[in-house]
């Protein structure tokens, strides 16, 4: 004959007094379920900043980058000549003159 496990009783375990008594626990696991909602949203939202501000951060190097060449090509002697040749300016061809002050050679 096969032994026959007793029942067990869920009316006894879950009756009125039982939950009175442990509503403090429910309500504290109410609680850590509400932070633990909240935490989540709010990892989002910080995932989602950083996300956003490493894409702005790329564009401005990008930008950075573009601009940097952009001077870098202008500030080349044929680049200057050009831009200065509009105003009237021409590029020295001779050689500098040494200028030295004829009263002070008289002194000596």
Known sequence: ???????????????????VRNVPYFLFLSVLAIIYIA?????DNT?????KTTKELR???YEYKTLNGRLMY???LSEVAKATETIGLKENIQQPIK???????KEN
């Open 99 to 105: 200028l030295t002050d004829s009263t002070k050679l």
């Open 74 to 76: 202008q500030n080349r």
């Open 47 to 51: 995932i989602r900043n950083i996300n």
């Open 59 to 61: 564009e401005q190097e």
């Open 39 to 43: 935490n989540g949203h709010y990892a």
């Open 1 to 19: 004959m096969a032994v026959k496990e007793p029942k067990i009783d869920v009316k006894k375990w879950f009756n009125y007094q039982w939950i």
